[in-house]
């Protein structure tokens, strides 16, 4: 089991950043690939981006390319989503999830969540 506990969300203009963190304990979170999704109201959850164990290799959305960075810090059992130049549309709340597996866009494979945390971009 692991318990994961996202912060970082809050309320940011158009063209804004945010850092989010997602706060890992219970069994080794190097065992785990990582990844951020959100979910907007009235849509499916979708997903952001992915971290392996290592942090050696990373994907994303084509959404968030070159706007938002994934990484890990594995002795303070943390995953980051830094995210730059806010839009609107980036509005949802964001789910922080592990596997033990790869860090693929599926949400079936992800075994643990964190309860979310809010981001708000204003135009």
């Known amino acids: 089991q692991v318990q994961l506990v996202e912060s970082g969300g809050g309320l940011v203009q158009a063209g804004g950043s945010l850092r989010l963190s997602c706060a890992a304990s219970?069994?080794?979170?190097?065992?785990?690939?990582m990844a951020w999704f959100r979910q907007a109201t009235g849509k499916e959850r979708e997903f952001v981006a992915g971290?392996?164990?290592?942090?050696?290799?990373?994907n994303y959305a084509d959404s968030v390319k070159g706007r938002f960075t994934i990484s890990r810090d594995n002795a303070k059992s943390t995953a980051y989503l830094q995210m730059n130049s806010l839009k609107p549309e980036d509005t949802a709340v964001y789910y922080c999830a592990a596997n033990d597996m790869a860090p693929i866009p599926h949400i079936r494979v992800y075994d643990y969540w964190g309860q979310g945390t809010q981001v708000t971009v204003s135009s």
């Open positions: 219970g069994r080794t979170f190097s065992s785990y690939a």
């Open positions: 971290v392996s164990q290592t942090g050696g290799r990373t």
